[in-house]
């Protein structure tokens, strides 16, 4: 598959990277669709995070689910889904007390995992074709029908930035639930500084 592929401070090439697959019966594959560029991206790809040469960045994506795992219950494939830039399993301590972003389970030796990002697990980012998720069950947060979404101006749940799509999860937190948001509406959350 392409991958966007990290190569030094302000170099990045197109290149073809091993495809994602299926490495536990809890992923999902997914073709993506749509990934974001984040403030955080930036950061390494100017050469101030320490990011390795090889890296895929992406932690802000969404797609069409391909490959289901043998354990996955809650998706399908067809499924579209936006999935949180943090991995997290669901079932540690800290998923459980709401604390998802310091998962215990998914980067051995610290707190905490997300795609693509410099420390932070094995996880390939989205500035690809195809995107492996763990914890499909809990990562994966499926879009209503259509297309709407693809529109909008970030993928990711858990932004700061704006977003155009109706049904994003309010106050950033996966164990909320949707918004009572009447259809057509658009919903807009912005970080503001105090």
Not at 9 to 19: G, S
Not at 58 to 80: K, Q
Not at 134 to 161: I, M, V, W
Request: glycine content about 10%; hydrophobic content about 35%; some cysteine.
């Amino acid at each position: 598959m392409k991958a966007l592929v990290y190569r030094g401070p302000y170099e990045m090439q197109v290149e073809n990277v091993p495809d994602a697959r299926i490495e536990h019966p809890n992923d999902v594959v997914l073709r993506l669709t749509t990934s974001c560029i984040c403030g955080s991206d930036l950061h390494m790809y100017e050469g101030r995070a320490g990011a390795d040469d090889g890296i895929v960045f992406g932690h802000e994506n969404m797609g069409i689910v391909e490959e289901v795992g043998d354990g996955v219950v809650s998706v399908a494939r067809g499924d579209r889904v936006v999935v949180p830039f943090n991995v997290s399993c669901g079932f540690c301590k800290n998923c459980v007390a709401g604390y998802s972003a310091f998962c215990l389970t998914v980067n051995e030796g610290m707190a905490g995992g997300a795609y693509g990002y410099v420390n932070m697990g094995p996880y390939r980012g989205g500035q690809a074709e195809y995107l492996r998720v763990p914890f499909a069950d809990y990562n994966c947060l499926q879009l209503p029908k259509g297309e709407d979404h693809e529109d909008a101006s970030c993928c990711s749940p858990t932004s700061s930035r704006p977003a155009t799509t109706a049904r994003l999860w309010p106050r950033f937190s996966r164990e909320s639930r949707w918004p009572s948001t009447a259809r057509g509406r658009s919903v807009c959350w912005l970080r503001t500084r105090r």
